[in-house]
């Protein structure tokens, strides 16, 4: 009897110390509860001048910007790899591989801006392993071997429409269903069988659902007027983002011309948008039409002399600061009479889906001749955007975008809680029915990336590109209705992708999109700002944040790696380090804190940190 209880108090010991060690595991996309804080405690409060020691780190994992997921003792990772999508085991104590499992070749996304692999950060319940390729490939596979489960595509089963960077959420796993965003008409939001990868419900959003606006808004519009040309129609649409325009002519001499102007409400001055373009050989560096005209909605035409050899007129545009964007082109040929200059001369309205007759009636074909990029409309005092992926969806309907899910509990009723292309949205647990919609959070252009907040009844969303950020307060109605009703709205943080944290009251995150940004402190429930990173230079950078044991963990686009203590009152920083090796891509990959370790990854290479106190 004796041995037998012996026995006993040993595997109570046993399992205690098991769950002891996997307490501060990182199991899915920001940490166990999707609020980007780890339970990890007994962490250095401060590091050391060259930052905390690597424990090791492992090569040649592959693109993509996934983080990686920590549970039982492995590291889940996924990655773009000899032109397959793969999705890697790793051993938590040195990083040597323990299983690699392609799922499909590689998918080919057009914009180069995170083109190197999947973001999608894995999902793990213990025994089974949930990630979500760029293409829309959605995969269970086995967590021992990494044997495929079952497989499907959102898109193909779904009616899904690949957004414009691709899918980048991370499944969401609640009791037995895989939560995650087709973006399609007849499917948002849809519910998997975890174990099978059978449709348990699809939900759509109601045709008579209406946007919660703030008291005294209005939804009038008024035309936009260009300044500066007769032809104000020329200029209210753009193709951007493109990587060049190319055409085929005679050869010849010709006189190019380059039509322009500022339309969109998230740039606010100069230096906001600028990249340099080069016109059969002649180039034009650092262009900002901000800068140039002085403001919005003001036209430029730039005039570049040009000749052709090889029978085809070709622009190269390369970013530096936002994406590049242009309203028209036209070539004109010289060396002959004005008639025939003017009938032989190429004018493309950019963006345009119609042609266009200007006031000499000259008539400009619709878009035609860009090598990727999206185009825009302004139609009043709004701008939707489409894109050759699948477009935007910003004001076009509902759309996936790149946040990813949330699970609340309201008033005794479960709900998913996802920041979509056009709206923060809400949908019934049980049968995926239609509950709630914000629209202030979501940019007009559906870049919307930042995983939404619950806390106390309150739902907290933010984007960059002009939108800033909401907090709405749920209610129930008498008949069981839900209502989400306007807190605030700010613009004082417009998060891109880096997450935010709401920690005693006060929420962190940089605020800032393509142009760059800062790391800013709001109170949660008024959005004062408590304090604003924009104001110091040393500190004006744009990043992404976790938090564990009281402290911040914050990396910046460059790849430097911050200790933050979360006050108020003031920045206050305790410590960073640069990694060795850094990649050339922006650091998009979010931190990753656990068992007493930082895990930072720069695509092909993971990096561990031990930032245990000794």
Same mark, same amino acid.
């Given at each position: 009897m004796k041995i037998r209880e012996t026995l006993v108090a040993v595997a109570v010991v046993l399992v205690i110390l098991v769950c002891t060690s996997l307490a501060a595991d990182w199991p899915q996309w920001q940490g166990p509860n999707r609020d980007g804080k780890s339970p990890d405690t007994g962490l250095l409060k401060q590091w050391p001048e060259n930052g905390p020691t690597l424990a090791w780190r492992i090569d040649n994992l592959g693109g993509g910007d996934s983080a990686p997921a920590i549970a039982g003792g492995r590291i889940f990772i996924m990655s773009n790899r000899d032109d397959e999508e793969v999705v890697w085991a790793l051993s938590e104590k040195d990083g040597s591989e323990i299983w690699v499992t392609p799922l499909g070749p590689a998918f080919r996304q057009g914009p180069s801006q995170a083109k190197e692999g999947p973001g999608c950060t894995p999902t793990t319940d213990g025994e089974r392993l949930y990630v979500e390729g760029l293409g829309g490939n959605v995969a269970c596979l086995q967590v021992e071997d990494g044997k495929i489960i079952w497989q499907i595509s959102i898109t193909e089963e779904f009616g899904g429409r690949v957004p414009m960077w691709s899918y980048r959420e991370s499944?969401?796993?609640?009791?037995?269903?895989?939560?995650?965003?087709?973006?399609?008409?007849?499917? @948002?939001? @849809?519910?998997?069988?975890?174990?099978?990868?059978?449709?348990?419900?699809?939900?759509?959003? *109601?045709?008579? *659902?209406?946007?919660?606006?703030?008291?005294?808004? *209005?939804?009038?519009? +008024?035309?936009?007027?260009?300044?500066?040309?007769?032809?104000?129609?020329?200029?209210? +649409?753009?193709?951007?983002?493109?990587?060049?325009?190319?055409?085929?002519?005679?050869?010849?001499?010709?006189?190019?011309?380059?039509?322009?102007?500022?339309?969109?409400?998230?740039?606010?001055?100069? !230096? &906001?948008?600028?990249?340099?373009?080069?016109? &059969?050989?002649?180039?034009?560096?650092?262009?900002?039409?901000?800068?140039?005209?002085?403001?919005?909605?003001?036209?430029?035409?730039?005039?570049?002399?040009?000749?052709?050899?090889? &029978?085809?007129?070709?622009?190269?545009?390369?970013?530096?600061?936002?994406?590049?964007?242009?309203?028209?082109?036209? /070539?004109?040929?010289?060396?002959?009479?004005?008639?025939?200059?003017?009938?032989?001369?190429?004018?493309?309205?950019?963006?345009?889906?119609?042609?266009?007759?200007?006031?000499? !009636?000259?008539?400009?074909?619709?878009?035609?001749?860009?090598?990727?990029?999206?185009?825009?409309?302004?139609?009043? +005092?709004?701008?939707?955007?489409?894109?050759?992926?699948?477009?935007?969806?910003?004001?076009?309907?509902?759309?996936?975008?790149?946040?990813?899910? /949330?699970?609340?509990?309201?008033? !005794?009723?479960?709900?998913?809680?996802?920041?979509?292309?056009?709206?923060?949205?809400?949908?019934?647990?049980?049968?995926?029915?239609?509950?709630w919609r914000y629209d202030k959070p979501a940019n007009r252009m559906g870049l919307n990336c930042t995983t939404p907040l619950f806390h106390e009844g309150m739902v907290f969303a933010s984007s960059a590109y002009g939108a800033g950020a909401g907090l709405v307060k749920l209610s129930k109605d008498a008949d069981g209705s839900i209502k989400a009703e306007e807190v605030y709205a700010t613009t004082d943080m417009q998060n891109h992708h880096g997450g935010m944290i709401l920690h005693d009251g006060y929420l962190y995150g940089a605020t800032g999109g393509n142009e760059g940004g800062a790391l800013v402190c709001l109170d949660f429930k008024t959005g004062k700002v408590m304090w604003d990173q924009r104001q110091s230079a040393g500190r004006r950078a744009k990043g992404s944040l976790a938090m564990a044991d009281g402290r911040l963990y914050y990396r910046m686009e460059s790849g430097t790696m911050l200790l933050i203590e979360p006050d108020p009152t003031k920045y206050i920083e305790r410590g960073r380090f640069e990694q060795p090796d850094r990649r050339r891509p922006p650091a998009w990959a979010h931190p990753v804190i656990a068992n007493g370790k930082l895990y930072v990854r720069d695509q092909d290479i993971l990096f561990c940190y031990d930032v245990k106190a000794k």
């Open positions: 499944p969401l796993i609640d009791g037995d269903k895989v939560i995650c965003t087709p973006g399609s008409d007849e499917a @948002v939001l @849809v519910a998997l069988n975890k174990l099978t990868g059978e449709t348990i419900w699809k939900a759509r959003m *109601s045709s008579d *659902s209406e946007a919660v606006s703030a008291p005294g808004s *209005s939804s009038s519009t +008024s035309a936009t007027t260009i300044t500066g040309t007769k032809d104000s129609g020329l200029f209210t +649409s753009e193709h951007f983002s493109m990587r060049a325009f190319s055409c085929k002519v005679p050869n010849g001499k010709y006189l190019a011309k380059l039509y322009f102007a500022e339309t969109y409400e998230g740039i606010t001055g100069p !230096g &906001q948008r600028v990249f340099s373009y080069n016109v &059969q050989g002649h180039e034009i560096k650092d262009f900002d039409v901000w800068a140039k005209t002085g403001g919005r909605n003001r036209a430029y035409i730039e005039t570049v002399p040009v000749e052709v050899t090889n &029978q085809e007129f070709r622009i190269v545009f390369t970013p530096k600061v936002e994406n590049p964007a242009i309203k028209a082109i036209e /070539i004109i040929p010289q060396g002959t009479t004005d008639a025939e200059s003017s009938s032989g001369a190429i004018r493309i309205n950019a963006g345009s889906s119609e042609t266009f007759k200007d006031s000499l !009636g000259q008539v400009w074909q619709a878009d035609t001749g860009f090598d990727g990029g999206m185009t825009s409309q302004i139609s009043g +005092s709004s701008q939707n955007y489409n894109g050759s992926q699948g477009g935007f969806g910003g004001s076009g309907g509902p759309r996936a975008a790149y946040s990813s899910p /949330i699970a609340i509990d309201f008033e !005794g009723q479960r709900q998913y809680v996802q920041l979509i292309s056009n709206a923060l949205v809400g949908f019934a647990v049980s049968d995926g029915k239609f509950l």
